[in-house]
């Protein structure tokens, strides 16, 4: 292979990168610290893309590649680390993006994730999703769910991960790890076996469709926690987008239904944090209790933003909530509070009083 992959992966590792993207007509590029940065290897062609491809696939990959035009996939190397992959076809040619996988799953503190994210782990039953738009940290969230789990309680875990991100090794549980893919045909396939398998907790690496989510209300009603991530941009949309599942003639049913089961909602964006050292996430977290419950079985969503800032002593809070507590930490910029906010007028009435020198610190209230 002409294109040296391992030495653009152990640049790409050197320079603390968390993604590399290789496309036809421009050198690997590397996204450092949420800014894409030109490497100093060549420009790349047609041919190089797919050699670089194919090399990283295992043949099952390659067909399925050959079949859709696109997929996901694990690739480890030794002493180096494991990379999520993604091959595409745009305007013809093959374009890559690896993003890199840390061996250790973060903490709750190390994310920068509320608390109640401690309560939200430790459910007895029901459906608890994590939502937000693509490369928001979802997958890194649930990660730490399971491993904040597996030090604390003596339970048995499935997961059905599409790759599988992050290994855990058994702690107080026990954990088992299928990859769609490679251990399982498809989500729905390993869902119409999960049951049998005796779990006590069930995370389902993206609730994708109607078939999904009805085995993820039929295990919450049969005793079961499932975890799951869904893209959604607030906790608002989450019902919405669970209801475009169904036709609409079921929707009052599935209201009823998720009103019992599910237990909570947390949906997150990233932000370049204020001191360069990475990123932090903004979250938004509606735990379900007899009111949420009210307004999801009445299709009165709009109202929930509404009722979360009335329950901030039961964890909840709504994203300008989170934006004003990490202004005023100093984690911030004002500026990318604002940008970041659905609703920048009400986020800029909640940062009066904040007062910021010429760098955007905190001088007093």
Known sequence: MEVDLLGVIRTMVEKGASDAHFK????????????????EYPELNGKDLEKIAYFMMKERHRREFEARNEIDFSYQLPEIGRFRVNVFRQRGDVGIVMRLVKDNVPSFHDLGLPLVFEKLSLYDRGIVLVTGASSMGKSTTLASMIDFINHRRKSHIMTIEDPI???????LSIINQREVGLDT????????????????II???????AETFQTALSASETGH??????????????????????PASQHAMIRMQLSFNLRAVSCQRLMPRLDGEGVIPAVEVLTVN???????????????HSLIQGFTQEGMQTFNQSLVELVKQGLITQETAMVNSSNPDALEMNLKGIYLDEDNRILGE
């Open 24 to 39: 036809v007509g421009r050198p690997p590029i590397f996204r450092v610290k949420k800014e894409l940065i030109s490497s």
């Open 165 to 171: 991100e992050y290994l855990h090794e058994d702690d």
């Open 185 to 200: 045909e498809s989500f729905n396939q390993a869902l119409r076996y999960v049951i049998r398998q005796d779990p006590d």
């Open 203 to 209: 995370l389902i690496g993206e609730m994708r469709d």
């Open 225 to 246: 926690l499932v975890f799951s991530t869904l893209h959604a941009s607030d906790s608002v949309q989450v019902v919405d987008r669970v209801l475009d599942f169904f």
């Open 290 to 304: 007899p009111s949420v419950m009210k307004l999801i079985r009445q299709g009165k969503t709009e109202r929930l």
